[in-house]
C-alpha cells in the first residue's frame, strides 16, 4: 500500500492556501471554504480540490511492502543512541520505528514550542529536544515512523487532575507498580490524548500508536469501590463489562475520526489473550471491536507473557509454537471482520530472565528467527520487535 499522491489542483490549493483548518461537524464543505478563505468566486474545481485538502507536514514517507520495526525510546531517539539505530534499520530488512511521544507515566516526550495548545499543558520533558530533526533523518533513510502514544495509564494526569482519574478514598488509585489510570469514560480524556496525537500527525509521524487502551487490570475487581465518574456512559444499560468494552471501543473510533484529516494510520497495541477471549472482561478491550475501528491492530504476544496456553507448558521456551499457535487464532477472529485491519504483532527481543531457571531462556538470533517465522508461515507479514533498552539481536534475518 503507497501514500496517495497529491493531485495538481490539490497541490495549488496547498501552495496557494496552506494547511487548512478541520471542518466542523456541522459546517458544510462550501461554507467552510469560503468562511476559511473569503474566496466565494474561485473556480469551482479548485474549491472541489480544497474541500478534500489534508494536512502537509512538509515530510514525504511511503508505507513499506511490509512494516518490520523496533521499538525506540525518547532517550534513544534524542540521544546518541539514534545514530546506531538507525544504521541496524538502514543495513537490514527492517524499515521502521515506533517512537515514544507521549511515555508510559504520561509526559510528553519533547516540549512543545512557547504557545502551542500542548506547552500549555506543561507535561513536555527535553528527551527528544528536536522531533522534526529526528523525523528529517528518517525521512531521509526512508524510515516508516510510528509515534507511541500511552493513553489511559497516565500517572501525570491522574495527579494534576484527580477528577479524571480513579480516586482510593482520599488519593488517586495506585496499582502495585505506584501507576495511575485517567478515566476511559470521560470524553475530556479522551480529546486530551487526540490532541497529542494530532500534533505527533503535524510533526510528520505517519502513523499514531496507541497504547494502554484500556482500563486497568483487574478494575473488574475495584469497580464498585474506587470513586470515578461515568460521565456520557452513567445512563447505560448495558451490564458493566459491555459498558468498559463500549467506553474503550468509543475511544478508538472517536480517535480514528478526529486523525482522518491528518492522513494518518492509526493503530492499537492490545493484549494478546484478548483474541482468545469474547473479551477481556476487567479491562474493556474486545478484540475484534478495537479491530473493527483501526488500521493495523498490534497484539503484544510475547511468549515470555503468556502461562500455560495452547497447550504449551512453558511458552517462553517454545516462541516458535506459541507465536503459531496465537497466530491461527489471531486470523481465524480477524477472518470474520468484514473490513480487518493489518495484523502487526509485537514480538519478543528480550530475556525474561525474572521467571525464573527453567521457565525461561536467553533470547537472540534464533530465537527472534523462529518467532518472525512463526507469523510468515500463517501469512502475517508485518511486525515489530520489543526490547525496553533498545538493544537488539545481532545478525537476524529479518525476512525469513
Do not use: C
Not at 217 to 231: I, Q, V
Not at 245 to 252: G, P, Y
Request: glycine share 6%; aromatic share 12%.
Amino acid at each position: 500500500m503507497k501514500w496517495i499522491k497529491w493531485t495538481a489542483v490539490s497541490a495549488l490549493m496547498v501552495s496557494l492556501l496552506g494547511a487548512a483548518p478541520v471542518l466542523a461537524a456541522d459546517e458544510e464543505a462550501s461554507d467552510f471554504t469560503i468562511r476559511t478563505y473569503g474566496v466565494a468566486n474561485i473556480d469551482k474545481k479548485v474549491v472541489a480540490a480544497s474541500e478534500l485538502f489534508r494536512y502537509d507536514s512538509g515530510l514525504t514517507f511511503e508505507y513499506p511492502d511490509a512494516v518490520r520495526g523496533i521499538f525506540v525510546t525518547a532517550h534513544s531517539a534524542g540521544g546518541e543512541r539514534f545514530n546506531s539505530l538507525v544504521e541496524l534499520v538502514d543495513s537490514t530488512e527492517l524499515n521502521a520505528m515506533v517512537i515514544d511521544v507521549k511515555e508510559d507515566l504520561g509526559h510528553l516526550t519533547y516540549v512543545p514550542e512557547k504557545g502551542s495548545d500542548l506547552a500549555k499543558l506543561d507535561i513536555g520533558q527535553p528527551l527528544m529536544k528536536d522531533p522534526r530533526k529526528v523525523l528529517e533523518v528518517m525521512e531521509e533513510k526512508e524510515i516508516y515512523p510510528i509515534a507511541r502514544v500511552v493513553v489511559f495509564k497516565d500517572s501525570v494526569l491522574a495527579k494534576e487532575r484527580p477528577d479524571l482519574s480513579f480516586v482510593d478514598g482520599d488519593s488517586v488509585w495506585k496499582n502495585g507498580r505506584g501507576e495511575s489510570f485517567v478515566n476511559p469514560f470521560l470524553k475530556e480524556v479522551w480529546d486530551y490524548n487526540v490532541q497529542i496525537a494530532i500534533e505527533a500527525a503535524k510533526l510528520g509521524f505517519k502513523e499514531i500508536q496507541f497504547d494502554y487502551v484500556r482500563f486497568p487490570e483487574g478494575f473488574e475487581n475495584r469497580a464498585d469501590t474506587l470513586e470515578y465518574s461515568m460521565g456520557d456512559y452513567k445512563d447505560s444499560k448495558l451490564d458493566p463489562v459491555q459498558r468498559r468494552v463500549e467506553a474503550v471501543t468509543d475511544f478508538v473510533a472517536y480517535a480514528r475520526e478526529q486523525l482522518k484529516p491528518y492522513d494518518v494510520q492509526v493503530s492499537v497495541d492490545i493484549f494478546g489473550y484478548s483474541a482468545t477471549l469474547p473479551e477481556a472482561p476487567g479491562i474493556g478491550q474486545n478484540f475484534s471491536k478495537i479491530s473493527e475501528n483501526v488500521d493495523v491492530i498490534s497484539s503484544m504476544i510475547y511468549p515470555s507473557h503468556w502461562t500455560s496456553y495452547f497447550g504449551i507448558a512453558k511458552p517462553d521456551l517454545e516462541p516458535y509454537k506459541l507465536v503459531s499457535e496465537y497466530a491461527k487464532v489471531e486470523n481465524k477472529k480477524l477472518g470474520e471482520l468484514k473490513s480487518p485491519p493489518v495484523s502487526r504483532p509485537w514480538l519478543q527481543d528480550f530475556t525474561a530472565s525474572y521467571l525464573g531457571s527453567g521457565n525461561y531462556m536467553k533470547y537472540g538470533k534464533a530465537e527472534v528467527e523462529a518467532q518472525i517465522k512463526a507469523l510468515n508461515d500463517n501469512g502475517i507479514e508485518e511486525y515489530l520487535l520489543w526490547n525496553a533498552g533498545n538493544t537488539y539481536s545481532k545478525d537476524v534475518d529479518y525476512t525469513p
